[in-house]
């Protein structure tokens, strides 16, 4: 029985192994989440950019994989996806800010399990080196998709890729899904146990709650998709059917007879909606943080917020069929999905009345952070909007397999999420390093990416509405397809544009680095606990002493008040709200 | 698995909020950990589930032996379970000696489970009730009546193996994890040992000649995990491991039945 | 002495009480023998799959139910992590039933 509180028995590390590599601070180990999605995030965005090349330049040979033949554009969608979705938003987002912040935020010394947390990152690490091999070995990455598709996935001869590289995919899914299991038990006992004293549920910033209610999605669903991916891997190497019925490849009967490709969709969308909040909760919770900081102002109906968390999280178990209306799923299930789907809105859409009620009558100050929060809000509701079309079996079946549904998920997963990590990059980056970042850049940064992503994801929705199908390395054959080539160039254009303007918020991120003016503990003049210790923090965050909480996250602009914002920390006799 | 640097135990109360869940961390951890898995382990369930609904004429091949056989390694689980209450018992009462012994019992009913279990799995194998990739033992006339099940449902043999053999794989772990609290660093040339008997004793056609390089790997980490915090277990630490263990037991609650007993050879009307 | 070893000292006991009937793990795992016993004889009836399937899933739920709450002491945690432990399984478990009728479809659509 743990008698004693032997709180932070772990003492600052000496040597570089112990301090920058194998470090158990969970400081260190969100870096190093972050630097690792930082380099997922460039090869991923590459990838895309040849695959942009490649629709309006057929012809063109590229740098580093040559010619592109159709094998190798879905080699590369497939690599983009998986890099994207697996290394980039759901490592950032969770394991590097909520790895970073979420212990600071509650008052807690370090995670509930260091250990557990190094062994994480490391195998996440791993994981991705595994899916970087596979563009090395025979064959090449796999073609499948992001979702595996069974049988193309379960079939060691159904395709160039699907060789080695396929099999290095699922095992690279797999220890990803061990990394994040690790991962997520660490955060929901961390939230559990180790909120600071005063540091009630209702007081926690919005940010945990988003980490937290994370955390549990990512317990409840990678565990399925671990299971969804031995099974694949004893398709594919042990000649089981688990996934395969009778099937012909090339005139050729293969030895399978007897499984279902439903059930690969089934149990990989069972964590494959999940995964689609776990990219962007921390997103939402980030935003509801910065805009309430920066526009001086309680977070509007804070209650309301952490219950719509709530919601979202559970309604978001029960809609995974909503990917499914095509695969001949049974059409009382798809009723079902559809109804649910169409539930999930409402809290959606409480989250957003939130935000601008929150910006509403505020004194805004329109600083990087603001801005892509805002930016994020309107990413949010842009590509929000096109939910309810596609949660309809009957609007979904013709849209489905195309651009339609590539512009929507782009927009709400994808660039969502991402401005969600600019917004937590500029917000905290005085925190982490100690230096603010240069603002002229950031603005620059924010406005060229904001017009640029609604100049390549906007004409999808076009795209798809009159008929431009998904997954096609080109469209040089048929003619209707053929008159929708110049959006597509437009398109390739803007990301050139978005893409290069990304390149400045690198070079701002390592300048200021090491160039940036200093920052003060409390730049921003916010509320929460990570602005009441030292910048950076110490290696037990606080200093040696644990925080006592006397008020809720966002006491802004309280009447009476000495200043326009309370801290957490702040014991004045201010009635609490 | 089971470290900590930050413990909370109800005694901290005075410097963080009560526990949510009213108990300490290590606890907790497991407990998350145990809900995850049991998805994994229920999708696996629900997947065999899927292929026997949707197969029609499902096999129920499994004589009285394998029958018999299932049953003893169910009744050596149960008991496994019963000792590992009893070293938890032990723990927490401060009586270091009974605490190993029952935690050593608890490792030889385990290892029994996992032996029994091995040995069905190569006569089955031998029998014909094999997957494609399986390599033919040599010298051995498959049986006509596995032979035709395994050709005819190739789900039934697929998910037989594939059910019992991440619970093998789970018991196995399990019996490593409780060898690291009861004898710490002193288990692993021990497991080094088992791991060179079970890769050298086993035919090269066996799936346990490769299977046995978990013990290997095992080796490996539990040898890192101890560098980098080797310390003595405290009865906390037999609890958590308690928890894994039953939770074993308690999928092989719904294996036992699902995968044998919902397949034994009987004449219906 | 101060408040946290206090603490300590009444949670050390109120454990060891908790494990003091050693005579109820016997008990249980009695029990579970039994179950055991009384699965392998129902495999042996002659009956109708579905019967038979929910029998012997009512006795391992019960059984289950048993090690949960005898071995893994679930029945001496508090009331909150009972329920929101074994809510979260069982949704999560009971989600996965919308599996079915897609295995089911199967055999009407004729696809092998």
């Known amino acids: 029985m743990a008698t004693t509180a032997s709180i932070h028995a772990h003492a600052a590390p000496q040597g570089f192994i112990r301090k920058y590599i194998f470090s158990l601070d969970h400081k260190v180990i969100g870096l190093q989440y972050y630097f690792l999605a930082l380099t997922a995030v460039f090869v991923g965005m590459f990838l895309s950019l040849l695959m942009r090349i490649h629709l309006i330049w057929p012809q063109v040979s590229l740098p580093l994989v040559g010619e592109i033949k159709p094998e190798t554009y879905l080699s590369l969608l497939t690599m983009h996806g998986t890099i994207m979705v697996f290394f980039v938003l759901t490592t950032a987002p969770q394991g590097g800010f909520g790895n970073y912040f979420l212990p600071i935020q509650v008052g807690a010394p370090d995670m509930a399990f260091p250990v557990l947390n190094m062994l994480s990152f490391w195998t996440t690490f791993i994981a991705f080196v595994t899916i970087i091999a596979a563009f090395f070995v025979t064959g090449g990455a796999p073609l499948h998709g992001w979702t595996g598709y069974a049988p193309l996935s379960a079939l060691p001869n159904s395709g160039p890729g699907e060789q080695l590289g396929a099999d290095l995919w699922v095992a690279s899914i797999a220890l990803f899904c061990i990394a994040s299991l690790m991962g997520a038990l660490n955060f929901i006992t961390t939230t559990l146990d180790l909120r600071a004293k005063g540091m009630t549920l209702m007081r926690m910033p919005l940010t945990c709650w988003s980490w937290f209610i994370t955390a549990i999605l990512g317990l409840l669903a990678f565990g399925v998709l671990l299971s969804a991916g031995i099974l694949l891997l004893l398709d594919r190497n042990l000649g089981t059917s688990f996934y395969v019925p009778l099937v012909v490849v090339n005139g050729q009967v293969m030895g399978h007879k007897g499984g279902s490709p439903l059930l690969w969709q089934h149990l990989f969308w069972f964590f494959g909606h999940p995964e689609v909040y776990i990219a962007i909760l921390p997103g939402m919770g980030v935003t509801s943080q910065v805009i309430s900081t920066f526009s001086r102002k309680p977070i509007f109906g804070y209650k309301a917020m952490a219950y719509a968390l709530m919601a979202i999280g559970l309604l978001g178990f029960m809609v995974w069929g909503h990917h499914m209306f095509m695969s001949g799923m049974s059409p009382y299930s798809a009723f079902a999905f559809s109804i649910m789907t169409m539930a999930i809105g409402v809290p959606s859409a409480i989250k957003t009345f939130n935000w601008l ?7 805004i100050r329109l600083q990087t952070p603001m801005l892509f929060a805002i ?13 309810p079309f596609l949660a309809q079996p009957v609007l979904d079946i013709p849209l489905h397999d195309t651009y339609f549904v590539v512009g929507h998920f782009h927009l709400i997963m994808g660039v969502a999420a991402i401005f969600g990590i ?19 850049l950031g603005q620059i940064h924010f406005f060229i990416t904001l017009a640029g992503t609604y100049a390549i994801f906007m004409p999808m929705h076009y795209l798809g509405l009159a008929g431009q199908t998904r997954r096609y390395s080109q469209f040089t054959e048929v003619a209707y397809q053929t008159k929708l080539i110049p959006l597509q160039t437009f398109m390739t254009y803007a990301a050139f544009v978005t893409i290069g303007v990304q390149l400045v918020f690198l070079f701002n991120l390592f300048w200021s680095m090491f160039k940036g003016p200093k920052a003060s503990d409390n730049p921003w003049e916010a509320t929460t606990l990570e602005w009441t210790t030292a910048t950076p923090p110490p290696h037990d965050n606080f200093g040696g002493r644990t925080p006592v909480v006397y008020h809720g996250p966002y006491e802004y602009g309280v009447p009476g008040a000495a200043r326009d914002y309370i801290m957490q920390t702040d014991p004045a006799t201010v009635p609490s709200h | 698995m089971s470290d900590v640097a930050v413990q909370h135990g109800v005694a901290a109360a005075g410097v963080y909020e009560p ?10 951890g497991m407990w998350l950990f145990l809900l995850s898995d049991s998805l994994t382990f229920g999708a696996l369930l629900f997947a065999y589930s899927y292929g026997r609904i949707s197969t029609p004429n499902w096999p129920t091949p499994f004589h009285s032996e394998s029958i018999r056989n299932a049953t003893l390694m169910t009744a050596f689980l149960l008991t496994s379970s019963l000792t590992m209450v009893l070293a938890v018992r032990a723990a927490v009462f401060g009586n270091a000696k009974a605490q190993r012994w029952w935690l050593l019992a608890t490792m030889a009913c385990g290892t029994a489970f996992v032996i029994l279990h091995g040995r069905e799995w190569s006569k089955l194998i031998a029998e014909g009730l094999t997957l494609p990739m399986f390599p033919a033992v040599p010298g051995h006339e498959a049986a006509a009546e596995y032979k035709n099940v395994a050709e005819t449902v190739p789900q039934f043999p697929a998910t037989f193996f594939g059910l019992t053999g991440m619970h093998m794989l789970h018991v196995t772990l399990g019996v490593i994890y409780l060898g690291i609290i009861a004898l710490r660093k002193k288990f692993i040339p021990v497991l080094l040992g088992l791991w060179l008997v079970a890769w050298l004793a086993t035919p090269d056609y066996s799936p346990f000649h490769y299977g046995a390089h ?21 009865s906390a630490d037999v609890e958590v491991a308690g928890l894994y263990w039953h939770f074993v037991d308690l999928v092989w609650m719904f294996i036992f039945p699902l995968v044998y007993l919902m397949s034994t050879r009987i004449i219906r009307s | 002495m101060n408040d946290a070893t206090q ?12 494990h003091h009937g050693k005579a109820q793990f016997f008990w249980v795992w009695g029990a579970l023998l039994v179950m055991t016993g009384m699965e392998v004889y129902l495999g042996y009836q002659n009956m109708e799959p579905v019967r038979m399937l929910s029998m012997l899933m009512g006795l391992s739920l019960l059984k289950a139910g048993l090690i949960i709450a005898y071995f893994m002491h679930m029945k001496f945690e508090i009331s909150r992590m009972k329920w929101l432990t074994m809510s979260s399984l069982l949704v999560c478990l009971s989600l996965m039933c919308i599996f079915f009728p897609d295995a089911f479809r199967i055999l009407s659509l004729g696809a092998r």
């Open chain 1, 357 to 363: 009620g929150t910006l509403w009558g505020g004194r």
């Open chain 1, 375 to 387: 930016g994020f809000v309107s990413l949010f509701v842009s590509g929000g909007l096109s939910g």
């Open chain 1, 422 to 440: 600019f917004a937590a990059t500029y917000y905290w980056f005085p925190k982490m390093f100690g230096r603010m970042m240069n603002e002229r």
């Open chain 2, 19 to 28: 526990s949510l869940f009213g108990t300490y961390s290590k606890k907790i």
């Open chain 2, 214 to 234: 978990v013990l290997l790997i095992s080796a490996v980490v539990a040898a890192i995990v101890l560098w980098l915090r080797p310390k003595v277990y405290d």
């Open chain 3, 7 to 18: 603490l300590a000292l009444e949670q050390g006991v109120a454990e060891q009480h908790r």
